[in-house]
């Protein structure tokens, strides 16, 4: 028969694996809940929003997700001077405290299905195709499929005006100079590369003609 220290003891023992197991639901993020802020921008399925310069997000590989919301939490992205969608997403990203809930939000934001982005306008895609196999697919892969190796993501299915605006700010040095963005700083030397503007929109219509 037990003894009463007994039952202490075994009730002590009960209530630290109960508050074990409670501590350890609490402490992991749920991707799908944080997703929620990032949602009035992005869409509830991340399929973006135009009007908003939000970006169509879905499916995009945790990986890059990943280092986006974290260089935007530290101040390497978003900082640089005339990045005012940078900016804005510095302070959503804001919301995000730890590591965890980034990494979090990353794994959902992967795990949602791709949506067709817009059509690129049309273009030169000769052009197109012979300044992306020249400049591009040494990191992003003849495919645009990208290499995490090389820290270049996938480029098949991203909306194409979110894409010219981001290589326009490789090109000013509104992204890609902060002394820290070490992948940011090579997408700055491949954007230079490109000779204009109209090479530029060549570029992005021949990445829209590429499968997933």
């Given amino acids: 028969m037990l003894q ?9 023992l009960c209530c630290c694996i109960a ?5 350890d639901a609490w402490a992991a993020p749920n991707g799908k809940t944080l997703f929620l802020s990032c949602s009035a921008c992005h869409g ?13 997000i879905a499916g995009v590989d945790a990986w890059y997700v990943e280092r986006q919301l974290n260089n935007f939490s530290s101040g390497i992205r978003g900082a640089g ?6 900016a804005l997403m510095r302070g959503a990203v804001a919301v995000l405290k730890s ?23 049309k273009a030169d895609l ?6 992306f196999n020249a400049i591009c697919s040494s990191c992003h892969g003849s495919h645009g499929h990208g ?6 993501p996938n480029l098949v299915g991203v909306d194409p005006i979110y894409m010219e605006r981001q290589i326009a700010a ?6 890609g100079a902060h002394k820290d963005d070490k992948w940011g700083a090579q997408m700055r030397v491949g954007a230079g590369m490109l000779p204009d503007s109209k090479s530029v929109r060549d570029v992005i219509a021949y990445i829209g003609t590429l499968k997933p």
């Fill in 44 to 56: 509830q399925a991340g399929e973006g929003n135009a009007a908003l310069g939000a970006p169509n």
């Fill in 81 to 86: 001077a005339g990045d005012k969608f940078g």
């Fill in 126 to 131: 000769v052009n197109g195709s012979t300044q």
């Fill in 99 to 121: 590591d965890a809930e980034r990494n979090a939000v990353a794994t959902y934001i992967s795990s949602l299905t791709k949506t067709k982005s817009p059509a690129a306008a």
């Fill in 19 to 23: 508050l074990s197991g409670t501590s």
């Fill in 170 to 175: 490789f090109r000013s040095g509104a992204r």
């Fill in 147 to 152: 290499n995490q190796a090389l820290g270049a």
């Fill in 4 to 12: 009463s220290r007994d039952w202490v003891s075994l009730l002590v």
